[in-house]
C-alpha cells in the first residue's frame, strides 16, 4: 500500500488518499508526507501543533529549510535508511527549540516518499534514564558493599548479585550454587535435605520476609565443604531486608568468621591454662563433677593434688622464665604419664590435679609413686641439671564427697600434711588430717589479734657461765595466753604465724616489750644480755635491719646486750642473704647467735663463713643421741664445743636438764649452759625475784642454788 502522491494515481487511488488523510488529520500523533527531496506534500493537523506552523507555511518546503538544525541528526540517517532499504525505521529525536524527545516511525513508500509519524515521548524518555540512572546507583551501591549481597525476586529467584558475591570463592574443587538465576530458597531447602542445620531455619525465615510476614530475617550459620578441612570452614552472618512493594528482597551475607574463631579461642582459653595448654580450675571442676555424676557408686573417683617442692626457690634464684619453663616440662612430662580415661590439669601456681578413675586407695598409692617417679629425671634449667619433686595428696571419692570442691580441698589437705611431713611424700586423705587443718586455721584466725588483746606471754630463761655460776643473760620464749587452750607453746603456733605472715609483726612487738624489759633490768644495774629469737621468714622480709635499730633506739638498750638468735636451718636456707644482715647488724654492736646448733644439715663452711658471736648448742647433742653408743654423743659435743671455741664465739649448751648433762657440758668445754636444770624460763618478775634471792644469798648475779630455790 502507498499513501503519499506518486506520478500515475489513479482516481481510486486519490479517493483512498483522500479518506487516508482525513482519518490521519485527527490523530493525536504528527504525521507528515516526505517525497523523494524531503519536501513535505501532506501535514496533519497535530504536526502543525506540533511544529507550530500552519500547513501552508510547509507543504513544498524541505525539512532542512525549516529545521537546519536537523541535518545529519539521527532523523535524517532514519530518512535515508528507510529509503534504501524499504523497510519501517525508528529513531528517537531530541528537538531542541521544543526542548523535548520525540519518537519517529519513518514508513519508506513508493518512488522514495515517506510517511513519518511523530510521536511526544518525551515523559517516557526522562523516565527511562531516571530509572537507569536510579539502578545504576544501586549497582554501584551494591558493588560498594564488602558483604556478598543478592537481590532475589519474589520467589526466591536470585535477580542480581554484587562483586563481593562475585569475587568469594570456594576452596578447591568446591563451587558456588547460588548464582543469577538460580532459587535461593530451592538452593536452602536442598541444603536442608542434605542435612545442614542451619539451612531449614534460614528458608523458613527467608520465605517469612519474601510473602511479607517478617519485616527481616537474620542469623548466623557455619558454611563446612563436604570433604574439605576444618580449615575451609566459614562463619557468616545472613540478612534478609524487604526492598520493594513486589516482595523482592536483598540479602546479604557477611564474613563472620574472624569473630567467631576469636570466640571460640577465647571460650578455649576460658577452660585452659595459657602456659601449660593444659585444662584450668574451672576444666578440672567440670571433670570431676562429670566423673562423680557418673559415678554408680563403684568406680571410684580419685583427685591426686600435687604441688613442686620449693618451687619459689626455683623463681627466686633462676628467674621466672625458668620457673615458667620448669612448670611447661612438667606439665608435658604428667600428660605423658596420664592413662587415656584419667584428666591431668593445672590449678594455677605450681599446682597439678589428676583425676582418676575406678581407682581404690592401694591403686591411688601406686599412681601417686608412678607421678613421682615422673621427677626421677633431673629438669635441664637455665643451663643445670635440676632435681625436682613433688608433695602429692590423694583423695578418693565417697558419700561426703558430692561436689568437686570436696575432693579438692580434701587432697589439698593431705598434700600439705604429706609437705609438712617433708619434701617428696605422698599422702592419702583421712578425716583427722581434716581436723588439723581445722585446728591451725582456728591457731591463725584468732592468732592475728593475739598481741593486740594481750594475750602473748613472755617467758625468760637464764644463760649461766657454768664456771661461776654466773647469770650472764637470758633468752626470751614467747607464749601463747590462749582464752580456750591454756599456754600454748611456740612450737604451735609460730609456725603458723610463719606461714600465714604474721610473724615480721609479732617479732616487732616482741622486740619492743623485751628490749624495754632488758633497758629496765640494766637501769637496775642488772647487766644481761637479752636473747631474741628470730625467724628466717623475717631475715626474708629484709626489714630485720630496721625493725632491730629501731627497737633499740627506742629502748635505749645498749646494743651489746641484744642478742639475736636464728637457727642453724633458718640460716642455711638463704646464707648469701643471711651473711649480708649479720654483718650490719653486727656492725651496729649487736651480738648475732646460731641457734639449735647439731640439729641441721648446714655444713661446717656455711657455719664458718657467717660470723657469729654465739654458737647454742641444741638439747638434742646434750642428751645424746638415742640410739647412739654413750662414748659418740660425748665426742660430737666436744668436737663443737671446739668449733665455736675455734670461731671465737660463746658456746652455749641448751637443755641441760640433769646433773649428769650439766657434768658433760663441763667436761667437753662449753662455756656457759641453759635448762631446766639451770632454771627453767620463767615470767621476768619471777625471774627478777629469783635474781634478787640469788644477790642476797651470793652477793653476785647468781641463781640461788638448787636446793634453796627448789
Ligand atoms: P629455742 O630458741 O631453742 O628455745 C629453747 C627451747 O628449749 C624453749 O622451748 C625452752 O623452753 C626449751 N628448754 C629450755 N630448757 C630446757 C630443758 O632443760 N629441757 C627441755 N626439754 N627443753 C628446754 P620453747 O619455749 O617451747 O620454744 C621452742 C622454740 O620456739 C624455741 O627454741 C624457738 O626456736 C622458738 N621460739 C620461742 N620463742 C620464740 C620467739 O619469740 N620468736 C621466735 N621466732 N621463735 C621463738
Ligand atoms: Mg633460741
Ligand atoms: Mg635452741
Known amino acids: 500500500m502507498s499513501l503519499a502522491g506518486g506520478g500515475s494515481r489513479s482516481a481510486a487511488d486519490a479517493a ?54 536537523l541535518v545529519g541528526s539521527d532523523l535524517e540517517t532514519a530518512y535515508r535508511r528507510a529509503r534504501d532499504t524499504r523497510e519501517v ?13 520525540f519518537e519517529g516511525r519513518i514508513h519508506p513508500d513508493r518512488d522514495d516518499e515517506l510517511v513519518v509519524f511523530f510521536r511526544d515521548v518525551h515523559e517516557r524518555r526522562t523516565l527511562d534514564e531516571e530509572r ?40 578447591e574443587g568446591q563451587q558456588f550454587v547460588a548464582r543469577p538465576g538460580a532459587n535461593y530458597l530451592e538452593v536452602c531447602r536442598a541444603a536442608a535435605v542434605a542435612g545442614n542445620p542451619d539451612a531449614p531455619v534460614m528458608a523458613d525465615g527467608l520465605e517469612a520476609v519474601l510473602q511479607g510476614r517478617a519485616p527481616f530475617f537474620s542469623r548466623d550459620y557455619a558454611v563446612t565443604w563436604p570433604g574439605g578441612r576444618a580449615t ?28 567467631v574463631a576469636a570466640e571460640q579461642r577465647a571460650a578455649w582459653q576460658a577452660r585452659h591454662d595459657h602456659l601449660t595448654a593444659l585444662p584450668n580450675r574451672v576444666a578440672l571442676h567440670e571433670v570431676i563433677a562429670k566423673a562423680l555424676a557418673e559415678d554408680d557408686g563403684g568406680g571410684r573417683v580419685t583427685v591426686l593434688y600435687m604441688d613442686v617442692d620449693g618451687f619459689k626457690q626455683v623463681n ?31 590449678l594455677g601456681g605450681d599446682e597439678f590435679v589428676v583425676v582418676a578413675h575406678d581407682c581404690d586407695a592401694e591403686g591411688a598409692d601406686a599412681l601417686a609413686r608412678r607421678f613421682r617417679s615422673v621427677f626421677d629425671e633431673p629438669f635441664e634449667l637455665a643451663g643445670s641439671r635440676l632435681p625436682i619433686t613433688v608433695s602429692i595428696g590423694i583423695a578418693a571419692s565417697d558419700q561426703d564427697h558430692t561436689r568437686p570442691e570436696d575432693l579438692l580441698r580434701d587432697a589439698d589437705v593431705a598434700m600439705y600434711a604429706a609437705k609438712s611431713s617433708g619434701p617428696n611424700q605422698h599422702l592419702l586423705f ?34 649461766v657461765h657454768l664456771a661461776s655460776g654466773e647469770v650472764t643473760g637470758c633468752e626470751a620464749l614467747l607464749r601463747w595466753n590462749h582464752p580456750q587452750r591454756g599456754l600454748v607453746p611456740p612450737a604451735e603456733f609460730i609456725p603458723v604465724a610463719e606461714d600465714e605472715g604474721l610473724i615480721v ?20 644495774g642488772r647487766h644481761l644480755t637479752i636473747a631474741v629469737n628470730v625467724s628466717a621468714a623475717h631475715l626474708a622480709s629484709g626489714t630485720l635491719v630496721d625493725d632491730v635499730l629501731g627497737a633499740l633506739a627506742d629502748s635505749g638498750l645498749e646494743p651489746g646486750l641484744l642478742v639475736l638468735e636464728l637457727t642453724e636451718t633458718s640460716l642455711a636456707r638463704n646464707p648469701e642473704k643471711a651473711a649480708e644482715q649479720f654483718a650490719t647488724l653486727r656492725r651496729h654492736g649487736i651480738r648475732m647467735a646460731i641457734d639449735d646448733f647439731g640439729t641441721g644439715y648446714s655444713s661446717l663452711s656455711a657455719v664458718a663463713s657467717l660470723p657469729a658471736d654465739v654458737l647454742k648448742v641444741d638439747r638434742a647433742l646434750v642428751a645424746g643421741l638415742p640410739q647412739a653408743g654413750a662414748a659418740v654423743p660425748e665426742a660430737v659435743l666436744r668436737s663443737v664445743a671446739a668449733l665455736g671455741a675455734a670461731l671465737d664465739m660463746q658456746v652455749i649448751a641448751e637443755g641441760i636438764e640433769t646433773p649428769e648433762q650439766l657434768a658433760l657440758v663441763r667436761r667437753v668445754g662449753c662455756a656457759y649452759g641453759q635448762g631446766y636444770r639451770l632454771c627453767p624460763p620463767l615470767p621476768a618478775s619471777q625471774l627478777s625475784a629469783l635474781l634478787d634471792e640469788g644477790r642476797r644469798r651470793t652477793g653476785g648475779q647468781r641463781l640461788p642454788p638448787p636446793s634453796a630455790s627448789a
Do not use: C, K
Open 89 to 101: 525505521q525508528e529513531a528517537e529525536i531530541f528537538s531542541r527549540p521544543l526542548d523535548r524527545w
Open 505 to 524: 609483726p609479732i617479732t616487732r612487738w616482741l622486740l619492743q616489750v623485751t628490749l624495754a624489759q632488758g633497758a629496765a633490768w640494766a637501769r637496775q
Open 316 to 346: 627466686d634464684s633462676l628467674g621466672h622464665s625458668a620457673g615458667d619453663l620448669l612448670l611447661r616440662e612438667l606439665a608435658s612430662r604428667l600428660a605423658h604419664r596420664t592413662r587415656p580415661t584419667d584428666v591431668v590439669g593445672r
Open 232 to 259: 575451609d570452614d566459614t562463619w557468616w552472618h545472613l540478612q534478609v531486608f524487604p526492598v520493594d512493594e513486589l516482595h523482592r528482597v536483598v540479602v546479604s551475607h557477611t564474613d563472620i568468621t574472624d569473630r
Open 132 to 171: 537507569t540512572a536510579e539502578s545504576s546507583l544501586i549497582r554501584a551501591v551494591l558493588n560498594a558493599l564488602p558483604s556478598r549481597t543478592a537481590i532475589l525476586d519474589a520467589d526466591g529467584t536470585i535477580l542480581t548479585t554484587n562483586a563481593a558475591w562475585n569475587a568469594g570463592a570456594a576452596p
Open 430 to 463: 583421712t578425716p583427722a588430717l581434716r581436723a588439723a587443718v581445722e585446728d591451725r586455721w582456728q591457731i591463725s584466725s584468732r592468732l592475728r589479734d593475739a598481741a593486740s588483746l594481750g594475750e602473748f606471754e613472755l617467758h625468760w630463761q637464764p644463760v
Open 16 to 69: 483512498w488518499r483522500t479518506r487516508v488523510t482525513e482519518a490521519l488529520s485527527s490523530i493525536s500523533d504528527a504525521v507528515y508526507f516526505l517525497d523523494a527531496d524531503d519536501r513535505f506534500t501532506w501535514v496533519n493537523t497535530a504536526t502543525e501543533r506540533l511544529l507550530a506552523r500552519p500547513a501552508v507555511d510547509l507543504v513544498g518546503r524541505t525539512v532542512w529549510e525549516i529545521f537546519p538544525d
